[in-house]
């Protein structure tokens, strides 16, 4: 509890506990001096760090809005979450909804769940509050938006965006499937493959894919798995990218509501007016924002105006799959088993995210007709992306080929393994988001049948393990780098230092 200025304790939000948890993790200060810094007891962080597993689930699954001070839970939660997803597809497509409409659709609701409730307006106002949500006719900036499904996209909708915002606050952001596990050897198995379930769809993960129209500024990746603590993850206290979960590792409107409205308030806290980019489906509700004007694609036409569907998704996936490979074959060459994790997985994510260029993701954005020409590109030079010039792919494919006996697949087959992934949910019957309700509840612990001994939490090296790891490095760089690479490494011991003996 915070203190007040009056001597009294103050309840801290869900929000504020988070970047408690945040500010001790990153060990720049003493806790002493976080309590300061955030006017609370030492007692209270305290009880909080006592608290981390709770709270972080609680903020992770969007359980509570990030204001939220108490975590109390509902009585009948499983209700009030199948009623949120309700509420949010229907806004998604712009539905009016009422207090009645409301109370309604919660009774039909409890009754399929064969729950004895009584819905009635106080219990409304308190559910209401409990999610943040206010009912009011979808006015504004929001609504606006959904003439350009139908209208001129090259010769009105586009040119109004490019006028009224600057290139570094246009942002595109699109779903892909992504099969992590996926070696040259199955790519005629998964190829094609839809992947809505099934033994194939346990190999999937959909990443959200966002960056601005000039390259300065890449979006976290965000990623959704089928587990939301995997064994992979065990005493893993950051991971390298956004992450949630649900049943099939699809992006649901729920999902992205909370995705877009954190983003929301990031741009709103840099005083940023923002326009997202995004193809208009179930899973992406008309949210009402502050700083961020959605604008939605027409429909069946995303593959043509979208800039992330030009190359930039692909490119990350070259990268991706160029470190799979890589893994592979190190692998052999240790006569070792070859094997990935979800967590592995990720931070290669990570990594090929990084490796995208914004060189890359103008060129995607103008070939989608978001940017100018510049004289200074020639057109010869307008597809000639990353992905096409970098030779050490196709090396690495034709070697883990005919070690795996797979000589009919191409590379480019293999980069594009998964283009044709299912990756968000259509819209949701009744039983649908009850099914859903559910399944969300089971995946917290649970791993896909078949993620078995290689999803095992790697053991954490103790101090004196590190301090011979970074001796190790040491000795392996001054024989084979320079001095650059050696000034990178004080760093890294630094680093490493501070972990192993934190200021007091």
């Known amino acids: 509890m915070a203190k007040s200025s009056g001597g009294k304790q103050t309840a801290i939000s869900l929000k504020i506990k988070m970047e408690l948890l945040k500010a001790v993790d990153q060990k720049q200060k003493t806790k002493t001096e976080i309590c300061k810094n955030f006017d ?4 209270t962080l305290s009880t909080i760090i006592k608290k981390r597993e709770q709270i972080t689930e609680m903020f992770e699954r969007s359980k509570f809005e990030p204001e939220r001070k108490r975590m109390r839970t509902a009585k009948h939660e499983d209700l009030e979450t199948a009623l949120l997803v309700w509420f949010k597809q229907a806004r998604s497509q712009n539905a009016p909804i009422s207090g009645p409409l409301m109370l309604e659709r919660s009774s039909e609701l409890a009754k399929q769940m064969g729950i004895t409730f009584s819905a009635n307006p106080g219990w409304l106002e308190r559910f209401k509050k409990r999610n ?6 979808v006015y504004g900036e929001a609504n606006q938006v959904l003439p350009t499904m139908t ?5 009105s909708t586009l040119p109004s965006i490019l006028e009224e915002y600057e290139a570094k606050d246009v942002f595109n952001a699109d779903e892909t499937g992504l099969f992590y596990r996926c070696l040259p050897n199955k790519t005629l198995l998964f190829k094609g493959q839809l ?3 099934g033994k194939l769809s346990k190999e999937r993960i959909t990443v959200l894919v966002g960056c601005n129209s000039d390259g ?7 990623v959704i798995g089928k587990s939301l603590k995997p064994r992979c993850f065990k005493n893993v206290r950051t991971l390298p990218v956004e992450y949630t979960a649900n049943k099939k590792a699809w992006m649901v409107a729920t999902m992205f509501t909370d995705w877009i409205v954190k983003l929301d308030e990031r741009f709103l806290r840099e005083k940023r007016k923002v326009a997202m980019i995004i193809d208009n ?3 992406h509700p008309n949210v009402v924002l502050k700083a961020i004007k959605l604008i939605f694609l027409p429909p069946n036409t995303t593959s043509v105006l979208q800039p992330c569907d030009q190359g930039i998704i692909q490119n990350m996936k070259f990268f991706y799959r160029k470190q799979l490979l890589r893994k592979y074959l190190l692998a052999i060459e240790a006569n070792e088993d070859f094997s990935i994790n979800l967590l592995d997985a990720l931070h290669m994510l990570h990594s090929a995210w990084n490796s995208v260029t914004p060189r890359t993701i103008e060129n995607c954005f103008r070939h989608a007709g978001f940017l100018k020409v510049s004289d200074s590109l020639a057109p010869k030079e307008m597809g000639k992306e990353d992905i096409e010039t970098e030779p050490t792919l196709n090396e690495m494919f034709e070697k883990v080929s005919v070690l795996l006996d797979c000589p009919t697949v191409s590379s480019e087959e293999f980069v594009a393994v998964d283009d044709d992934n299912v990756c968000t949910a259509p819209i949701m019957a009744d039983k649908d988001i009850l099914e859903f309700v559910q399944s969300s509840k089971n995946i917290i612990d649970a791993d896909s049948d078949d993620e078995n001994e290689m999803n095992n939490a790697a053991p954490v090296p103790t101090s004196s393990e590190m301090r011979n790891i970074m001796k190790s490095m040491r000795s392996y760089l001054d024989a084979h780098s320079n001095g650059e690479m050696n000034n990178k490494m004080d760093d890294i011991e630094q680093f490493v230092d501070n972990l192993i003996n934190p200021k007091p």
């Open 40 to 43: 609370i007891a030492n007692s």
């Open 132 to 137: 943040g949500i206010v009912l009011k006719n």
């Open 151 to 155: 209208g001129n996209w090259f010769q």
């Open 195 to 197: 992947c809505s379930g």
């Open 216 to 222: 300065s500024e890449k979006l976290p990746l965000f």
């Open 281 to 283: 489906c179930p899973a």
